[in-house]
């Protein structure tokens, strides 16, 4: 639905979207029933953006990122990547694909093999990827690695558990960038990290994204770091995104209730900040569980200003003013 | 109340491990008074998880060692304190809130079942309290923390529950005693963004209506800034920094507090900061004199020596530095 | 994830790692206990030939003035109805049970271990399938009865014994390999590596296995004395080893019968079973100590 994609139907690519997700369905069939993880999703990253997706558990986010980077196979709908259809496992991808779409899990603790040292972890991608073909290229690309993520070059004979989170998330990011991918998927990079070490990180994958024109769907909960991060954000809410903007914009004026709910529980350290958030929405109810999606639009039960229409009828995406985008029955 | 409900005074504590000592806690001192809501900021390492454990006496004492200083209780030391004394004091005075809701509740056991056990140990204690009598207490602490319909709760198992509501549960099950002293370690940090103000608004809620004392421990500077009426700031093993939260936040001294506050994401500005440059110290090994000293852009001689103690800079902000020796209250650019 | 103060008690140096398993072994004493009878049962097994002086013992020997002598100095544990040291054919015995138990894990831990990687990673495949049900078959017959009714039917010797064993002896590290892959194999390190796009082959052997070295090993150790019992449980009913050949389990079946009279005859090999049995165990222990990484 965004106005890029709408452009290139039918036409030569027009502005240069790296990703178009199109009404991208994943359920999973569980005991207790069907959960519509993601239901029915669009967005776009353009090629040298930072993409932001918030959302809390339930929302989805995270499923969005395991179906693109082909954990999952979509229950319907289509990712494309540079045009190309990629909706399907990654098993069934070519190699190539695989080199350029990476992606970095949220728990240092498990993305990296405890039982492998540095080296072996950080050359497996050069050496499955024959991107450099003998013993010593290698140990020089993986000293390149390391270097590129600002670690010591004696880091290649030490093992996960000698070192910290925050450095070990730094060996997932080098592992990931070491095909020279083109979109890079961060799932919470930061969130199991203490501040200082995440400022760390974040400003490291930021020089990155500069340096090599990368593109990243960058996956948080923490709405003060995504504002210093993405240039486009888009909210979800059990399986939908509820709304989609620059990040500007969305900070400058959130439509949707539950973005609203989302900013003004975000705690903050100065005064200055405090008025910036909009007008205090106490947050209240559970999130429902996805097995459980309340009837017509999803976020009813807990919005203070619903409407009779809301627990009826699911509204469908609007767009507001230019590239801000809100699904909500409030705006029609 | 005179005095103050808990103070730990030079507090210094090792483990006996493969290599030598691990000197965690080196010299911590930390007051809590009557009704008053202290913060304990502090990293991943900083050693406020383990300066808890020591108060709780929940520490594995096969391999920690405490080298000395006292923790008072009620002016009355824990460390020097029997068993059976120190069960009282847990059962009835102090209660602990953990970071991991899901951890802190037995999956095999139904929430009733384990609300009962409490109820019978901590506050059934002299006196034979019947089943109905039981249940109506656990019925009533479930209510204060706004579960709905706490009747079926009970029969649940923690499993069937979300995080939200665990950590209600915890909280109700810490609020079963008449406690003095809470102390909330990492409260909300497993949770999302909506249901953690939720609970943490219910929790301030609680506190204010019993006038107890809280210790409130966590990295997320925010949650701290908006509960507490005083805040310590620890690194590597001893307090930092200690002022009214108020005036921390608006005017923090120590450089590692400075750096700290700074680092966080902000909705102002542009733009993030580069973090702290360099990491926390080995505690094989840890710095001579401040153990700040390697990562201070302030540092001097002095630093590299001897440690320094709370040097005032006014009545109710104190600064472990030496850059505040002689009353100064800034540091000069 | 919780980062503890105590990774930075780490480093990478090959000697101080050596340094840090003895640390962890020794501080159970039971554990040392174990190492110092294990030590002494191979010492003793190796150099046999050199410390026995009635070597005859061991082979088609009668000599029956000496036969039935209770425990003596020339003579330590006594000799049994045919005349031979039963000190000797102790000591030599014990060649018997470690090398019962070096073929019979050799064999049955390689072969139980990648099927039990394969079953474990191949989750929904036909290769799962089959594996798993032969396994099941295998574990609900007990032990000794499968590896009885398998010698039933092979010429009795020691090495049918042994294959016999095998046999039956694969199926537990299948079984609980399979269970270690079937946990490893959801981590995201190992996801990731999928997505990178490794071989198969170097998911099973060079990521996931080492994951399951640990249990391996401890559950190795372990078998050694385990495998010794079931061997001599073997012998007691005649199978294993054939005379003259030392064996400890038929030295106490040629004993037993003798009891009370003869008691040295049972004694002294049953006391060096247990002990060999116990200072594995207690090894074992210790080694699992190793690989537990204690929380500070």
């Excluded at chain 2, 093993?237 to 001294?253: D, R």
């Amino acid at each position: 639905m965004r106005v890029g994609y709408l452009k290139m139907e039918g036409a030569k690519l027009i502005n240069n979207n790296i990703l178009n997700v199109k009404n991208l369905k994943k359920y999973f069939v569980t005991q207790q029933g069907i959960v519509k993880a993601v239901n029915d999703i669009d967005f776009s990253i353009k090629e040298g953006e930072i993409f932001g997706l918030v959302g809390e558990s339930g929302s989805g986010k995270s499923t969005v990122a395991y179906t693109i980077v082909g954990l999952y196979k979509p229950t319907e709908g289509e990712i494309s990547y540079r045009n190309q259809d990629i909706s399907n496992e990654s098993k069934k991808r070519s190699k190539e694909l695989k080199k350029e779409i990476q992606i970095v899990f949220q728990d240092p603790g498990t993305s990296i093999n405890p039982t492998r040292s540095i080296y072996q972890i950080l050359e497996l991608p050069l050496r499955v990827h024959a991107i450099v073909n003998n013993h010593k290229d290698r140990t020089d690309k993986v000293k390149e690695l390391l270097k590129m993520v600002e670690l010591p070059e004696n880091y290649i004979y030490k093992y996960p558990q000698m070192i910290g989170g925050g450095e070990r998330q730094m060996i997932s990011i080098a592992r990931a960038l070491a095909t020279n991918p083109s979109l890079v998927l961060l799932d919470e990079p930061t969130s199991a990290l203490d501040v200082s070490i995440q400022a760390k990180i974040i400003s490291m994958l930021i020089k990155l994204q500069k340096d090599f024109n990368l593109s990243y769907l960058f996956i948080t909960h923490d709405l003060s770091l995504m504002r210093n991060v993405a240039s486009s954000v888009a909210i979800m809410y059990l399986g939908k995104i509820c709304e989609n903007a620059s990040s500007t914009e969305f900070f400058r004026n959130p439509l949707h209730p539950y973005t609203q709910m989302l900013l003004s529980s975000i705690p903050v350290l100065s005064d200055e900040e405090e008025k910036l958030k909009p007008e205090k929405v106490k947050s209240r109810g559970e999130i429902p569980s996805p097995v459980n999606i309340p009837l017509g639009c999803s976020f009813h039960s807990r919005c203070s200003k619903k409407m009779d229409i809301c627990s009826k009828e699911d509204p469908s995406m609007v767009e507001v003013s230019k590239g801000h985008f809100v699904r909500c029955h409030l705006y029609k | 109340m005179k005095g103050n409900i808990l103070e730990v005074k030079d507090l210094s504590l090792y483990f006996k491990v493969f290599g030598g000592m691990l000197r965690v806690l080196d010299g911590v001192n930390f007051t809590v008074g009557h009704k008053e809501k202290v913060g304990l900021i502090g990293e991943t390492g900083s050693g406020k998880t383990t300066t808890m454990k020591a108060i709780m006496k929940i520490l594995g004492m096969t391999t920690a060692r405490i080298s000395k200083g006292e923790i008072l209780f009620e002016g009355r030391d824990i460390l020097k304190m029997n068993k059976a004394e120190v069960q009282k004091i847990r059962r009835k005075e102090i209660s602990m809130i953990f970071q991991d809701p899901t951890a802190a509740l037995n999956p095999y056991f139904s929430i009733g079942s384990q609300i009962k056990n409490i109820i019978k140990y901590s506050v059934g204690m002299g006196k034979k309290l019947t089943k109905m009598e039981i249940k109506a207490r656990g019925i009533e602490a479930l209510r204060k923390v706004m579960l709905p319909d706490p009747e079926r709760t009970l029969e649940f198992y923690p499993i069937q529950l979300s995080g939200g509501m665990r950590q209600r549960i915890c909280i109700a099950m810490a609020f079963l005693s008449n406690l003095n002293l809470l102390i909330a370690d990492e409260p909300g940090t497993s949770l999302d963004v909506t249901i953690k103000d939720q609970v943490l608004r219910l929790l301030q809620d609680l506190v204010d209506k019993k006038q107890i004392s809280v210790i409130l421990i966590s990295h997320a500077l925010g949650m701290v800034k908006n509960i507490t009426d005083r805040t310590y700031v620890m690194y590597a093993g001893s307090m930092v920094e200690v002022a009214k939260t108020a005036e921390l936040f608006i005017n923090p001294l120590h450089p590692y507090s400075r750096a700290l506050i700074s680092v966080v994401p902000k909705l102002t500005g542009r733009g993030m900061s580069q973090g702290i440059p360099g990491y926390i110290p080995e505690y094989l090994n840890p710095p001579s004199g401040c153990r700040f000293h390697p990562r201070c852009n302030y540092v001097m001689p002095i630093c590299k020596v001897k440690k320094p103690t709370f040097f005032k800079v006014k009545e109710t902000h104190q600064v472990a530095c030496w850059l505040f020796k002689n009353g100064r209250s800034q540091i000069d650019q | 994830m919780k980062k503890t103060i105590f990774s930075q008690v780490l480093t990478s140096k090959k000697w101080e790692n050596v340094q840090r398993s003895w640390y962890k072994f020794s501080r159970n004493r039971l554990s040392i206990i174990g190492l110092i009878v294990v030590f002494i049962i191979m010492f003793l097994a190796i150099f046999a030939p050199f410390i026995t002086v009635h070597p005859e013992s061991v082979s088609r020997y009668v000599n029956f003035s000496e036969s039935k002598q209770p425990p003596s100095l020339s003579y330590p544990f006594g000799t049994d109805i045919y005349g031979r040291d039963i000190f000797t054919r102790t000591i030599y015995a014990f060649r018997i049970s470690l090398l019962m138990s070096f073929v019979v894990l050799s064999i049955s831990v390689p072969v139980g271990v990648t099927l039990g990687l394969i079953a474990g990673y191949f989750r929904n495949s036909w290769i799962n399938i089959l594996i798993m049900r032969i396994t099941d078959i295998f574990l609900s017959i007990p032990a000794l009865i499968l590896a009885l009714s398998i010698c039933a039917i092979l010429p009795r010797n020691l090495t049918t014994t042994m294959i016999a064993i095998s046999f039956v002896w694969w199926t537990w590290y299948c079984r609980m390999v399979y269970g270690i892959v079937s946990s490893v194999r959801g981590e995201f390190f190992i996801q990731a590596v999928e997505l990178i796009g490794a071989g198969k082959l170097h998911i099973l052997f060079k990521e996931i296995l080492p994951n399951c070295l640990s249990e391996i090993v401890t559950k190795w150790t372990l078998d050694i004395g385990s495998v010794i019992l079931i061997g001599s449980s073997l012998s007691f009913v005649g199978l294993g080893a054939q005379p003259p050949t030392a064996d400890l389990g038929s030295m106490i079946a040629a004993g037993a019968k003798y009891l009370p009279d003869l008691w040295w005859m049972s004694m002294f090999p049953s006391i060096a079973l247990v002990m060999i049995v116990l200072g594995f165990n207690l090894l074992g222990d210790g080694i699992h100590d190793i690989f537990t990484v204690s929380e500070g």
